[in-house]
């Protein structure tokens, strides 16, 4: 089977070398990626704006009846009618049963007067944002959670969206899931917009994540398979550097969109632009080789080797062949991964290191509003920091190590993050710098997991080991936002438990074994039955599978 496999990227990459495996054809399709690749962080990260609970306090009219705040400055109103905390800030949930004049001339004798639960609602401070889900739905004080709640959702159906588009592409092809994938997150996206309800906002919510999962799948599919394995490293930046720009962009957006619902609609926008492109984007000629589709790979084949310049694929029997050794070579499944006991622990290593590095990342990626600093400025400097993160450690893992470089990060992350619970409140400016040299050190890790996973899978499973360790990816995203609600039993807690899952993960990422220049592993014997140290005469193939990860990095 090992040899089917090799033979198989083999042919393949010859038939790319003649019509040229990277040149204008493939700047195209990349060109044609990007636009839905940058709106992907700005869905994803999209609760640290809409969600935002701003200042607010019980609405006071109802206790002036009678006039009797006729005569009464606001301020004094507030005095009267509302608790204070030991900050001297009025409570946000809590109202006298009745208005206190004597705290007018002794405003300090107010610990022991009975309050109730504010009883009209809310006034809120509109001065950052115009309106938010909580100024909308009034998801405040008991329902506070119900905020936050709405990034769960929208990650369980990224992670539902992935199980099955994961399925559909294979079945269907690239490009007319593609289209599907398109469609759903603009109509959902849109939809969503106009919600007049929580709960139909979150099912639509709900269903822009699972399009989205379908969009992150594809498109970068796509781009990997249409070029060759010297350049699909370069495909892997891109698709990195995608991210961090549409990362960047959403605080642009926000700082610009104070609406909760323009909002949605401005980051969903380039998706309907994208679904107008569409039309040019060529299907995956290997996926039409595997399914047997030959005239059809023939003549997108032909489309490249034109734009590219070059000449038309030699052989038609060429086509033929590789299309048989392609439809053989589908015989393994996710049940692989666990039915020898090396490469059970392996799954289960990765999982764990997986789950850790997504809770981790997005953990600090969602907690923007504790440092001190703008919120739009926040996010906009943690999504910056990526960009060194990023081009840091793909120079460091090839000196270092994958493993080194995969549990320093994430132990790294973890003190960072222990450090800013001792730290007083006094000293924003060193917290915030430490949660950014965090956030850098998280995003690091994410980088290196996707390249890490894709050199310890053997060939034969090596997309259901991704399948298997995106799973644990998007359980990560999913459990996050509801990690950060636990601030109300205890303001540190969330900081704990991320920091523990940081330096665990780390620990257990000291489990693995090293990839640095020892060869890929193709056949699940390969994992059992190591054959020592050899430096790979595929070792180049790993920048080819790297890239094909990034599809779903942060994301």
Request: glycine letters at 8%.
């Amino acid at each position: 089977m090992a040899e089917t496999g090799s033979t198989v990227e083999m042919k393949f990459e010859n038939i790319l070398k003649e019509i040229g495996g990277f040149g204008p054809f493939q700047i195209a399709i990349i060109i044609l990626m990007c636009a839905p690749l940058i709106v992907l962080p700005c869905h994803f990260l999209l609760n640290n704006f809409i969600a935002v609970v701003p200042p607010h306090r019980c609405d006071i009219s109802t206790l002036g009846a009678g006039g009797l705040f006729r005569n009464v400055t606001l301020e004094q109103r507030l005095t009267v009618s509302l608790p204070v905390r030991e900050d001297g800030v009025p409570k946000s949930c809590e109202m006298f049963a009745t208005p206190q004049f004597q705290l007018l001339a002794n405003s300090s004798d107010s610990a022991d007067l009975p309050t109730v639960q504010c009883q009209s609602g809310w006034v809120y401070d509109n001065s950052t944002f115009t309106s938010t889900l909580a100024t909308e739905w009034d998801l405040v004080c008991d329902r506070k959670s119900l905020t936050q709640t709405t990034g769960t959702i929208f990650f369980f159906g990224v992670m539902i969206g992935t199980i099955a588009f994961g399925f559909l592409c294979d079945k269907y092809g690239r490009k007319n899931t593609l289209l599907a994938s398109y469609i759903m997150v603009t109509v959902s996206g849109f939809a969503s917009a106009f919600a007049n309800s929580y709960i139909l906002f979150a099912v639509l919510r709900f269903l822009t994540g699972f399009g989205l999962a379908g969009i992150t799948i594809n498109s970068i599919v796509l781009s990997i398979e249409w070029v060759d394995t010297s350049h699909r490293s370069f495909i892997g930046v891109i698709g990195s550097l995608s991210w961090s720009a549409g990362n960047m962009l959403l605080a642009g957006f926000a700082f610009l969109v104070t609406d909760w619902r323009t909002l949605i609609m401005t980051v969903t926008a380039p998706v309907g632009f994208a679904v107008l492109t569409w039309w040019w984007v060529p299907e995956s000629a290997r996926w039409l080789l595997a399914h047997g589709k030959v005239e059809s790979a023939q003549i997108y084949l032909d489309k490249c080797a034109k734009f590219n310049k070059r000449q038309k694929v030699s052989s038609n029997l060429k086509l033929e062949s590789l299309s048989n050794i392609e439809k053989k070579d589908k015989n393994y499944t996710y049940l692989h991964l666990i039915k020898t006991p090396k490469m059970r622990r392996l799954t289960l290593l990765t999982g764990i290191v997986w789950y850790g590095v997504a809770s981790t990342y997005y953990g600090i990626s969602f907690n923007i509003s504790r440092f001190g600093l703008n919120i739009y400025l926040t996010h906009f400097i943690y999504a910056a920091i990526e960009v060194p993160a990023k081009l840091m450690i793909y120079f460091l893992i090839n000196i270092f190590g994958r493993r080194k470089c995969q549990a320093g990060t994430l132990l790294l992350t973890g003190i960072c993050i222990a450090i800013n619970l001792f730290l007083p409140q006094g000293l924003w400016h060193v917290r915030a710098g430490v949660a950014i040299l965090g956030k850098g050190l998280s995003e690091a890790s994410f980088t290196t997991v996707f390249l890490y996973t894709t050199e310890l899978y053997p060939t034969v499973v090596r997309q259901n080991g991704m399948g298997y360790t995106n799973f644990m990816c998007r359980l990560g995203m999913l459990v996050a936002p509801l990690i950060l609600l636990l601030e109300d039993v205890w303001t540190a807690l969330p900081q704990v438990i991320l920091g523990s899952v940081a330096i665990t993960s780390g620990l257990v990422a000291l489990l693995l074994p090293e990839t640095l220049n020892v060869r890929l592993p193709e056949t699940i014997d390969d994992v059992e039955k190591p054959r020592g140290n050899e430096v790979s005469s595929h070792f180049a193939e790993s920048a080819a599978v790297f890239p094909e990860s990034k599809s779903t990095t942060d994301i």
